[in-house]
């Protein structure tokens, strides 16, 4: 089982990947889009008060409680359906 070896906060996902690579904690091309694409969907989420979830598309998240159907704003999210 692995530990926790690095912590990096931050408000600004190109910031926390700057840092990230400066450091020389990620080696991998793929690896570091990924991680890209995560930050940036962090961001987003902080900056509109959005819900966000890794591995999963930007948009109001069901409650775990209630199980709710909303919609996101954007027409073009998986949420709207294809």
Same mark, same amino acid.
């Given at each position: 089982?692995?530990? /926790?070896?690095?912590?990096?906060?931050? =408000?600004?996902? *190109?910031?926390? *990947?700057?840092?990230?690579? +400066?450091?020389? /904690?990620?080696? +991998?091309?793929?690896?570091? *889009?990924?991680?890209? =694409? &995560?930050?940036?969907? *962090?961001?987003? %989420? /902080?900056?509109?008060? $959005?819900?966000? &979830? +890794?591995? %999963? %598309?930007?948009?109001?998240?069901? $409650?775990?409680? $209630?199980? $709710?159907? &909303?919609?996101? &704003?954007? /027409? %073009? #999210? #998986? #949420?709207?359906?294809?």
């Amino acid at each position: 089982m692995g530990r /926790l070896a690095h912590v990096i906060e931050g =408000r600004e996902g *190109a910031v926390i *990947a700057a840092t990230v690579i +400066q450091e020389g /904690l990620v080696t +991998q091309l793929d690896h570091a *889009a990924y991680l890209g =694409r &995560e930050l940036t969907k *962090a961001e987003i %989420a /902080l900056k509109t008060g $959005s819900g966000y &979830e +890794q591995d %999963a %598309a930007l948009g109001l998240l069901p $409650s775990k409680k $209630s199980q $709710s159907t &909303e919609l996101c &704003e954007d /027409l %073009a #999210c #998986c #949420c709207h359906g294809a």
